[in-house]
């Protein structure tokens, strides 16, 4: 597995409660897994939390569509501020 943070190899590292298997990237040490049981969790959806504010997309809408929290997505406003000012 490629981390999703780095893109450098994942190793197998135990699991988790769960049963689902646990990876560890060899160059960041960051844990993560293949399939997320909860879509907050899931690096790749809340990365395109930033870019979907900035495009005039509402939390509700944002939650509704990546299915995650609204208490998962309002932590992104700070940033989607400095990305505005920045344009
Ligand atoms: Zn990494």
Redesign the pocket.
Known sequence: MK??????L?VKIGRQRNGTQKFR??????YQQENYLYAGCDQSKRNLIVPMLTNNMGFSGITEVLGISYSTASPAAPRCAVVLLLR
């Open positions: 981390c999703q943070y780095c893109s450098e994942c990237c060899k160059a960041c040490k960051k």
